[in-house]
Structure formats: C-alpha cells, structure tokens
C-alpha cells in the first residue's frame, strides 16, 4: 500500500485552527448538502490542520491519503492480496471510507496519477457510488461520508494541473496565508516563542513571500515559520534558526541563499 493513511476518530479537544474568513461556515453547510469540498491555497498555509479541526468538530473519522506520483486507483480503491495461500481482497482507504463514512481527504491530489481523478468522480455528483469492478461491487456512499481534495494552485505545471471538468464537481474554498498579526498568534501558540519574538519573524516571511515567481518557486509557509521559531526557542542563534528553518528548505541555489539571507538581515537585524 502506497498510500499514507491515517483513520482517527473524533479527539476530545479540536485541533487549534485560526479561521480567516467564512471556511468553518462553508465546510459545515457542505458537509450537511453531502457536497465534496476542493480546498485550494499555497503549501504550509493549513489546509490540513482545517481538516483534521473540522473532522474533530463534526465528530467524523478522518481518512487522510498524501498524494504522490505512483498513487494509483487501486491504492485507493484496494486491490487482491495473498494471505495464507488465499487471495483476499483489501480494501483501500477510499473504500473503508466510503463503506463505514468518515471524511476521505486526499492531500495534493494533483500529485497522484490521473486514473486517481477517474475514480472519484461518480463520487463527486448526485450518485455518490464507488464502482469497484475487481469485486463486481458498487458501493453507495452513506450520508456520513464527505469527499475532500487539497492543491496548491501555484505549483502546477502543464502536467499536474486539476481539469476544469474535476473542479466544477467540488464546492471550492481558497485559503491563504493569515494576517501578520494572527499568523503571529498562531506561531507564538504553536512555537512557545513570545509574540515579541515572532513578529519579525514573520515580518521577514511576508518579504520572502513577495519573491515568489522571482527568485523562489514558493513562499515560506506558516509550518516553517513554526519551525523556525522553535529552533530559536530551542536556543539556536536567530540567523542560524532562520537559515535552517526559513531559507535552506527554499531553495538549493547557493546565490539565492545569500540574498535571502541578507533579505533577513535588514529585517530582523
């Protein structure tokens, strides 16, 4: 099984998530018209954690499947398995999902391989069915069961671009990146670094960002403004917590690197 799977039921505490507009409503109402949901926004901006926190306080389980180049149809769906010299069938987790409800959300959907998309459709309209020819089966997907898929739109290519005939089959919900200052909560929250401590921190990320489509193919993302604030939390000196949390995992282009780096300096000093 090439596909990463998580099932988890509903924890007694919701996942801290800062909402930046009207998400939580929309997911809510969605869920309640069993309508699938394509979440969309640059990388490390928290779609995921938006998941896991609306799995939680809908009291759904959450099926979490990453996305990648070799995730095939049958990763999904299952496939037959030799098991003491039987061959059994094992469902995937689009189909545990499908058979016990739950929300299946499939991260970078655009990174599986296009027979992914095939599959999800008779999902993502009035029939809500799952065909699974191996088995002969054609499962109906319960009211509990909610599809979810995530991209980031600023990091197609030709090749690995979400067909407008797969959108218009989602209700879609962009996300970005927060405000300085709630991006400073969060940060601070998740780092336990002081808020005093933070703000330059992002205040350099907001920089870093403007460079996207320049001399970077992304923009520093709120996971790695945590990280960095944890390194200096940890201890570590701020230009060496900065360039190990918020450059290096930009970009391998030593040039780059070097003024980025002095990008850092004006700004936090």
């Not at 780096?261 to 000093?269: H, K, N, Q, T």
């Amino acid at each position: 099984m090439k596909a990463v799977l998580h099932a988890v039921g509903a924890p007694p505490e919701l996942p801290a998530y800062v909402p930046s507009g009207n998400e939580c409503t929309l997911f809510e109402h969605a869920w309640r018209r069993r309508l699938p949901v394509l979440l969309k926004g640059p990388t490390g901006c928290g779609k995921t954690r938006f998941v896991a926190h609306m799995a939680a306080r809908l009291a759904l389980p959450l099926h979490t499947v990453a996305c990648h180049d070799d995730l095939t149809a049958a990763d999904l769906t299952g496939r037959y398995l030799l098991k003491g010299g039987d061959t059994v069938w094992a469902d995937g987790p689009l189909t545990r999902a499908v058979r016990e409800g739950g929300i299946c959300y499939l991260d970078e959907v655009v990174e599986a391989r296009k027979d992914v998309t095939v599959v999800l459709h008779p999902l993502t309209d009035d029939r809500r069915i799952l065909p699974l020819e191996r088995t002969g089966e054609e499962l109906v997907a319960p009211p509990g069961f909610m599809l979810v898929v995530s991209y980031n739109p600023g990091y197609q290519s030709l090749l690995k671009a979400l067909k407008p005939s797969t959108r218009q089959r989602f209700v879609a919900i962009e996300f970005g990146f927060l405000p300085a200052e709630q991006e400073v909560q969060v940060v601070a929250a998740e780092s336990g670094l002081a808020p005093d401590r933070v703000r330059p921190l992002v205040a350099l990320a907001g920089r870093l960002r403007a460079l996207k489509g320049q001399d970077l193919e992304e923009g520093v993302s709120t996971r790695l403004i945590v990280y960095c604030a944890m390194l200096i939390s940890a201890g570590i000196p701020l230009l060496d917590a900065v360039l190990a949390g918020m450059i290096e995992p930009l970009t391998d282009d030593a040039d780059v690197k070097s003024a980025l780096l002095d990008v850092a300096r004006a700004v936090i000093g």
